[in-house]
């Protein structure tokens, strides 16, 4: 699927993405997805690509271990988040897969429009629409109904976003519910956020109710950080699970708010944070019979201690 890709008439590659966000996105994304279609530059020539695959070629080379990931093909539909000046739009376009960009600001939505206006690709969007407020679930599940129904095979869409500092609790807590709508989710995102929602441990001050959050809904994995010179962050990714996978509560909505609740108090004893709910007796109660001391604080439950402790609660009210 070889594409006309035209570069902004008066931005490079690495000066847009420098200038978008400093940690960048291109090569954490390019490593993780793998995509090595060819590309014909504005001169017509093949095989010149642009900064984000000359950055995908470099990371590559330096070892297998940092290419593996999701990877996307011919026909794979994929939600952008934040196209900037379309770098990365360029590299999935060029995989083959239909892509819908979701891009806030409206002078960088028309600069994407404008470099792939004539671009094959067919089904794809660049929507002007804030993220945190635009009803993404409608639009992505429309597109794989209709390639569904021209006899595409692709049951999920994958997402990809170079995601800001400020909003990144917000864009993980709209996406990982949706895996009925995708299998992957690849962020990129500051080094210290990336370990606090991957590789945060028990008794940590690192370890919220987010942890407990990410993990009910995915399996997370902290991919890898390149060298800070490049000013690209890390990537994780999160292979969301299916509604069936997902752990057996009585309540999805009960659960979450038990566990913030929870979190609320992160020093005191569940018996004293949660008295909202029932009797500090019941919550002893409730602690015993899921295998816990009654003298048990947050920060030292895993996702499956909390699923028991909830169901155990959920019982007893019965």
């Known amino acids: 699927m070889a ?7 008066s931005v490079s590659a690495a000066t847009s993405l420098s200038t978008r966000e400093p940690s ?3 090569s954490r994304v390019s490593t993780v997805l793998r995509c090595s279609r060819r590309v014909v530059a504005d001169d017509g020539r093949e095989g ?4 984000f695959h000359s950055t995908l070629r470099a990371l ?37 897969a239909t892509v819908i960009a979701i891009e806030k600001d409206p002078r960088m939505a028309t600069l994407v429009r404008d470099r792939f206006e004539g671009v094959d690709r067919p089904d794809g969007e660049i929507l002007q629409e804030d993220f945190t407020k635009c009803h993404v679930s409608s639009h992505v ?40 709508i995708f299998s992957d989710v690849v962020l990129l995102l500051q080094d210290e956020t990336a370990f ?7 008794r940590t001050s690192e370890y919220r109710a987010i942890n407990i959050f990410v993990n009910f809904f995915s399996d997370a994995e902290y991919r890898f950080k390149v060298d800070r010179t490049n000013f690209f962050p890390p990537v994780v990714m999160f292979k969301l699970k299916r509604p069936t996978d997902y ?9 979450f708010s038990m566990v913030n609740s929870a979190f609320n108090g992160k020093r005191k004893m569940l018996r004293k944070s949660l ?18 001391p009654v003298t048990a604080r947050p920060e030292e439950l895993s996702l499956e201690d909390f699923v028991r402790l909830h169901n155990s609660l959920a019982r007893a009210h019965d």
Do not use: M, W, Y
């Not at 752990?247 to 659960?255: C, G, I, L």
């Open 247 to 255: 752990p057996e509560v009585a309540s999805v909505k009960d659960f």
């Open 48 to 51: 010149a690509t642009d900064d």
């Open 196 to 202: 606090r929602l991957v590789d945060s441990q028990l």
């Open 60 to 96: 590559n080379s330096t070892g297998s271990r940092r290419s593996r990931g999701t990877e996307v093909k011919d026909g794979d539909v994929v939600l952008e988040i934040g196209p900037g000046t379309g770098s990365l739009t360029n590299v999935l376009i060029n995989s083959g």
């Open 141 to 180: 599940s429309q597109l794989l109904e209709s390639k569904k129904s021209t006899g595409g095979g692709v049951k999920h869409a994958k997402v990809v976003a170079n995601v800001p500092f400020n909003i990144s609790t917000e864009i993980i807590k709209r996406l990982l519910p949706l895996g009925d």
């Open 275 to 292: 008295q909202h709910l029932r009797t500090p007796s019941e919550i002893e109660e409730a602690l015993s019979d899921a295998g816990l």
């Open 24 to 26: 960048g996105t291109a």
């Open 3 to 9: 594409c006309l890709l035209r570069s902004p008439p």
